[in-house]
């Protein structure tokens, strides 16, 4: 079996929410998620659910991306994907979370920011419940999209290609934050296995 994976394709990694995380062109990919999504089997989504009062959320980018003290929270992040928000909803075009297979909500526990679909927390020892899911589907193969590719969608690709699956990952369904860190991401997952593809239509040749 083969499934597809939207990885935080939330509006708070958009321009729409300049206050949080806003990825360039990160409103841009529902018409490719939805694309990929049509030709597998299992449709999988996640999203982030932090709170604003979370131990690592500053109000302003510039105090960003400053290290913190813990196991489970690496760096500060300006407060974002708050439940109730605008940043919060997935972005327009996508399908509502219960209309996917399997739907992670991840950063719900204020002292944890994970940035991988696949467990709560940066140590990886406590499971989402996706690699079990897609053990018991018989799913082997994951195309994988989102944003942000430099962040969730790296870790999350990493987490799935350290489980055994063989991972897509699908260059016009991702956008990134930082063009040099999204090299170096792309660099990371092709080492951990992952395989690039351009967009969907190479999915068919499969
Ligand atoms: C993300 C940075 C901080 C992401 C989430 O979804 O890629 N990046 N939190």
């Known amino acids: 079996m083969i499934a597809s994976l939207d990885v935080d394709a939330q509006k708070g990694f958009t321009p729409l929410c300049p206050e949080e995380l806003p990825v360039p062109e990160g409103a841009d990919i529902a018409k490719e998620l939805n694309a990929q999504a049509k030709l597998v089997d299992l449709r999988i989504g996640s999203k982030d659910a932090h709170s604003a009062k979370a131990v690592w959320a500053v109000n302003n980018i510039d105090e960003a991306f400053q290290p913190l003290p813990y196991d489970n929270a690496d760096l500060t992040w300006p407060v974002h994907c708050v439940p109730g928000t605008l940043g919060f909803e997935l972005i327009d075009g996508l399908p509502a979370p219960t209309d996917y297979d399997f739907f992670v909500w991840k950063g719900v526990e204020p002292d944890l920011h994970p940035y991988g679909a696949c467990f709560h927390d940066i140590e990886e020892q406590m499971s989402t419940g996706l690699i079990e899911f897609l053990r018991a589907h018989d799913v082997t193969q994951i195309v994988v999209g989102g944003l942000a590719t430099d962040f969730c969608v790296k870790t999350t690709v990493i987490q799935l290609c350290n489980a055994g699956l063989q991972v897509f990952v699908n ?27 351009e967009d969907h239509r190479q999915l068919v040749h499969l």
């Not at 999204?182 to 092709?190: G, H, K, R, S």
């Open 171 to 197: 260059l016009a369904a991702c956008r990134g934050i930082d063009p040099h860190g999204v090299t170096t991401a792309i660099e990371l997952m092709q080492q951990h296995g992952a395989i690039m593809i």
